[in-house]
């Protein structure tokens, strides 16, 4: 595809729920990373991929976040009981490789709204 | 841990004057990059500028420049000739240039809204 897509572009759920949101990268990128911006503030960092593994987890909140990308390009990030406090727009980002040099390009994200 | 701020919450600007944003971080690190994003209402950030900081010249990318200060942590976004489509949240961001895959991530500052008046 041309830029990075996210799906869905708004998810409600009532806390307690479970919620999955995914990311499509760039083609060919091989880093993929995960941001969540509340409302009002800027975009905080989650988690950052480097082809199919984890290669720094350590903006995840807790044990309720959980992410994926099992063949190196889609990336799902999975959320268990949810709660009012996850609401955010959730951002998903790709880069070529994981030279620091490379930009990263972002997505639309997906608005949660945890009811 | 790196911090980005923007002391700026909201900015106004008419048309076709000059605007500059502030931006201050905090980093023990001598190797870095900073930049500067926009986020319109579609909210996907789009990269405006980029700074490396072993470089001294101010990046320039047609209307936008930045007035970067290494020894004062101070990086400010100079937009020329505003026009209309520049309204919209404006982000400065910190990234560490070098080490392990920790601290590949971009940190952000809280954003300032812009504002274009016709």
């Known amino acids: 595809g041309a830029g990075v897509s996210q799906t869905p572009s708004n998810k409600v759920t009532e806390k307690g ?3 999955e949101l995914r990311c499509d990268p760039i083609s060919g990128h091989t880093a993929l990373y995960w941001y969540r911006q509340s409302l009002g503030q800027g975009p905080e ?7 199919t593994g984890a290669a720094d987890d350590s903006g995840l909140p807790n044990d309720r ?3 994926v990308r099992p063949e190196g390009s889609v990336s799902t990030l999975k959320i268990q009981r949810t709660e009012r406090g996850d609401s955010a727009v959730y951002l998903c980002a790709s880069s070529l490789g994981p030279d620091r040099v490379h930009e990263q390009f972002f997505g639309p994200g997906t608005r949660l709204t945890v009811l | 841990a790196q911090t980005v701020t923007q002391s700026q919450p909201e900015m106004s600007v008419q048309e076709a004057e000059t605007v500059t944003l502030s931006c ?6 001598s190797d870095y ?3 500067w994003y926009k986020q319109p ?8 500028i980029r700074q490396e900081a072993y470089k001294q010249q101010n990046a320039t990318e047609n209307r936008f420049s930045v007035n970067f200060q290494k020894a004062a942590k101070s990086f400010s976004l100079k937009i020329s000739d505003s026009q209309l489509g520049d309204a919209a ?3 400065c961001a910190y990234r560490s240039a070098g080490g392990n895959n920790a601290g590949n991530m971009l940190t952000f500052g809280g954003g300032t809204r812009l504002m274009v008046k016709p």
């Open chain 1, 45 to 51: 960092f989650l988690i950052y991929f480097q082809g």
């Open chain 2, 89 to 91: 949240m404006y982000f």
């Open chain 2, 33 to 35: 990059y900073l930049f």
């Open chain 2, 41 to 48: 209402p579609s909210r996907q950030m789009i990269l405006v």
């Open chain 2, 24 to 29: 201050t971080y905090d980093t023990s690190e």
């Open chain 1, 17 to 19: 729920k479970y919620v």
């Open chain 1, 65 to 67: 976040f959980f992410a």
